[in-house]
């Protein structure tokens, strides 16, 4: 099995910096992508950055320029730097990985999603 735990939420002024961490445990053979999304009260949940194994990223309009998404394949460790934060931003922001786990000797996939961590930017 797998488990995600995330931290970094909180309370920040607009124009404000956070930096979000997802790390993954467990029986984990190998991680492909990567990912944050966000969901705010009302709304859908929606990707903000995604970061595959070999480095590509992919950001939201929204959010980029703005935002770093990055990873530590040695900790199994996804971040999210973000600055400039603006009201919009305000979410519960969740983690996403996938990859593959070994189960006795073989392996198979995993689809995984945290806990979500809250972000509220207000003055």
């Known amino acids: 099995q797998v488990q995600l735990a995330e931290s970094g939420g909180g309370l920040v002024q607009p124009g404000g910096s956070l930096r979000l961490s997802c790390a993954a445990s467990g029986s984990i053979f190998s991680i492909n992508t990567m990912s944050w999304y966000r969901q705010a009260p009302g709304k859908q949940r929606e990707l903000v950055a995604a970061i595959t194994s070999g480095d590509s990223t992919n950001y939201a309009d929204s959010v980029k320029g703005r935002s770093t998404i990055s990873r530590d394949n040695a900790k199994n460790t996804v971040y999210l730097q973000m600055n400039d934060l603006k009201p919009e931003d305000t979410a519960v922001y969740y983690c996403?990985?996938?990859?593959?786990?070994?189960?006795?000797?073989?392996?198979?996939?995993?689809?995984?999603w945290g806990q979500g961590t809250q972000v509220n930017v207000s003055s």
């Open positions: 996403n990985v996938d990859g593959r786990y070994t189960r006795g000797w073989s392996t198979a996939p995993f689809n995984f």
